[in-house]
């Protein structure tokens, strides 16, 4: 059998479905390779080997007692998946990535983690994310640096670098993973990854969580676009009180990796969005040509795409950004615990009045209707993920100068948000790798779909991978 590190998650539950593994083999192994390999990468905050241990007990009593009774497996029975250290998982220390925080044992399981556990995944630990999930990089004062296994010295990016990191070297087959301005998709192309956000409403943040301002939603990190898929099936549950909604699948999300995508209306754009005069590097531009021109091979339609919006717009997501930062509970006498970055933002959001909140939620909406009838005559728009290779470590935190770390990230970033305002889905995919200063890296290829277009943007994603595999593509760090 191929090593169980080299699975794909899916093939990993077959594998212990059919009893060529067992839940407790695949812990030990993925145990043994977070402390070769995590020291080198920064991937966990927290590692939970009793916990591990204990739900691979249970997953082999269940297989036990339901292979007697012919009865269905939970589909991703035996699988590791970390959490990041934004959601609570129960009896595990969350720190959200802050110095202001005590570590506080969670009393409950989040809902994004209590739909992991129910199908069947073990918990090996909690993934490192930067202070509250704001910045593009993952380099928390709490924890080191969360780095690529492409090259050590680059950022895994932000905020779910931890679990990109995981996943990239092989620790765990999918991590959980969250995008409130790309940071699914962020550290996906900084790592050669698979990174789906996916529509508002698609995965909800209850029972416990709110939707606040629609920025932020849950997903997943995978090495695979099936993975990826599976994934949302099984996120992609309603609970009591939410405030979106969305109609499933045709299917189910893994079956539309299975359907031709048809003929499609591709609209190709490389000139920033959110930054005017943002430098793309050619790199970006190269990848993006690449991919369009394997689109016209596989028989889409591809053309040039315009801006869907002025950048100006851009500063109603700054003013919820900010106003999000401050809602964070954090008491008056450890706010100086608090990185720089978060400060000035916290700053920046008690100068946002309720009027100008209002007018910021406001302009969203009206930048969405923009960007629909702009992009009305197209089913999939491709942008660069990011606008250069991976960042050094410490190359865009700026502790001197908040304003500057914030407009670098901008400028590093200048098409994710612009999805986190509409609220439509956008995948990274690693259909691109570069020789930069001596060392191959993924530089990701960005997919945005209409409103609950994750169907066609599966489908796409699951033919540009046959097309042009990477699976057999290993980071130095494996």
């Known amino acids: 059998m191929t090593e169980i590190h080299e699975l794909t998650a899916l093939e990993l539950a077959a594998a212990v479905h059919s009893g060529e593994t067992s839940p407790s083999d695949v812990v030990e192994h993925t145990l043994k390779r977070i402390e070769r390999l995590d020291a080198r990468v920064g991937a966990f905050v927290t590692v939970t080997p009793e916990l591990a241990r204990e739900q691979a007990a249970a997953a082999e009593r269940t297989l036990a007692e339901r292979r007697g009774a ?10 590791p998946c970390p959490i990041k250290d934004l959601n609570s998982v129960a009896g595990v220390p969350m720190r959200a990535g802050s110095a202001a925080f005590d570590e506080v044992v969670a009393p409950l399981d989040d809902g994004v983690v209590t739909l992991l556990r129910n199908a069947g995944t073990m918990m090996v630990g909690k993934t490192n994310t930067p202070e509250f999930g704001l910045p593009a990089y993952t380099e928390p004062d709490v924890a080191p640096p969360a780095r690529t296994p ?8 932000g905020s779910s670098g931890g679990a990109a990191a995981a996943v990239a070297s092989g620790m765990v087959p999918l991590a959980h993973a969250s995008d409130g301005g790309g940071s699914i998709r962020i550290p996906a192309s900084a790592c050669g990854l698979v990174g789906l956000k996916p529509t ?16 932020a939603i849950n997903g997943v990190l995978t090495r695979d676009v099936r993975d990826t898929a599976a994934a949302l099936d099984l996120l992609a549950r309603p609970w009591p009180g939410d405030l979106y909604t969305l109609p499933g699948p045709e299917d189910t999300f893994l079956s539309a990796c299975d359907r031709p995508p048809g003929r499609l209306r591709i ?5 920033p969005i959110i930054v005017d005069d943002a430098p793309v590097d050619p790199v970006a531009v190269e990848a993006v040509r690449q991919t369009s021109a394997l ?4 028989g889409h339609d591809v053309e040039e795409a315009p801006v869907p919006f002025e950048a100006e717009r851009w500063s109603s997501f700054e003013a919820l950004w900010a106003v999000m930062a401050l809602s964070a509970p ?20 008690r100068s946002v009045t309720g009027l100008e909140y209002a007018r ?22 491709v942008t660069p993920t990011l606008a250069r290779p991976p960042a050094a470590i410490g190359e865009l935190r700026d502790d001197d100068d908040p304003a500057a770390d914030f407009a670098a990230q901008a400028a590093y970033t200048p098409w994710t948000s612009a999805w986190n305002l509409t609220g439509w889905p956008a995948i990274n995919l690693p259909l691109h790798w570069a020789d930069v200063d001596g060392v191959t890296l993924p530089i990701g290829v960005m997919l945005g779909g209409r409103h609950s277009g994750e169907e066609t943007l599966l489908a796409l994603a699951a033919q540009l ?3 042009r595999p990477w699976r057999h593509r290993r980071p130095p760090l494996w």
């Open 200 to 215: 508002r409403g698609r995965i909800s943040p209850g029972p416990y969580g709110i939707d606040g301002a629609g920025l």
């Open 295 to 298: 689109l016209i091979e596989l």
């Open 360 to 381: 910021a939620e406001a302009a969203v909406q009206v930048t969405t209707r923009e960007a629909a009838a702009t992009w009305a005559p197209y089913d999939v728009i």
């Open 150 to 157: 492409w090259d050590p010295r680059r950022s895994a990016g």
């Open 465 to 467: 991978e046959h097309a």
């Open 70 to 79: 012919g009865g269905d497996l939970p589909p991703l029975l035996g699988v």
């Open 330 to 349: 954090v008491a008056d006498e450890v706010e100086d615990r608090l990185v720089p970055l978060t400060r000035w933002l916290r700053d920046r959001g």
């Open 267 to 271: 609209g190709v754009l490389t000139r």
